[in-house]
Each structure stands twice: as C-alpha cells, then as structure tokens.
Nanobody, 126 residues
Framework: QSQLVESGGGLVQPGGSLRLSCAASGFTLNVYTVGWFRQAPGKEREGVSCISISGGPTNYADSVKGRFSISRDNAKNTVYLQMNSLKPEDTAVYYC???????????????????WGQGTQVTVSS
C-alpha cells in the first residue's frame, strides 16, 4: 500500500526547533516533487514549502523563509522540514504531499498531488 507518513511533530517553546519527516512507503519518493502544508484551527490550509526532484528548485512561504529548510534523503525515501526559530503562529497540523515528476515549485500550493499524509501536530507555546 502506497502512503506518506509524517512524524516529528510535538510541543515546543517559542524559539525552539523541530524536524518533521515525510516518509514514503510503497513507492519511490525521489521521483516525486514534495510539498509541505499546514492548517491551523479555523484557518485554510496553506503551503509551507516545496522541493523538486533532486537538484531541482525549492520554495518557501514568506512567513517561514529564513527559518524553515526543506531537504530530501533519497536513500531513506524521506523528505524533511527543519523548522527553527518557531513562533506560536506556526502552530498547526503539518501535512506532506507528493506529485510525480519534476516541478518548479513556483505554484506548489496548486498542484494536483497524488498522495497526502495524515498530518502531524506542531504546537508552539510557552
């Protein structure tokens, strides 16, 4: 069964860090462009970051530029989202999604993704 599984969420104080993982099973993630999204209570889902196939472009929402970093480890079939200098407004459920092929990530929040994970909760609070 093909699926994406997010992990690494949790409770962290403002200014802290977390690293989210998006692991694929049943398919090879390295031929997919991957996006990270988040949804806070009462708000619409928003794009956070995107990474294309190895060597390709990345993109970030303005609200996370300079604080978040996306990367992939093809050997582990996993994409990561390193989140530093976390703020209370980063609190949300974070999802990863994958779309097969090379994409430039310029409009990643509008791609028709093939697969979505179940989400992992990130809470930033003192």
């Amino acid at each position: 069964q093909s699926q994406l599984v997010e992990s690494g969420g949790g409770l962290v104080q403002p200014g802290g860090s977390l690293r989210l993982s998006c692991a694929a099973s049943g398919f090879t993630l390295n031929v997919y462009t991957v996006g990270w999204f988040r949804q806070a209570p009462g708000k619409e889902r928003e794009g956070v970051s995107c990474i294309s196939i190895s060597g390709g472009p990345t993109n970030y929402a303005d609200s996370v530029k300079g604080r978040f970093s996306i990367s992939r480890d093809n050997a582990k079939n996993t994409v990561y989202l390193q989140m530093n200098s976390l703020k209370p407004e980063d609190t949300a459920v974070y999802y990863c999604a994958a779309i097969r092929g090379y994409y430039y990530c310029s409009g990643y929040d509008r791609y028709d993704y093939n697969s979505w994970g179940q989400g992992t909760q990130v809470t930033v609070s003192s």
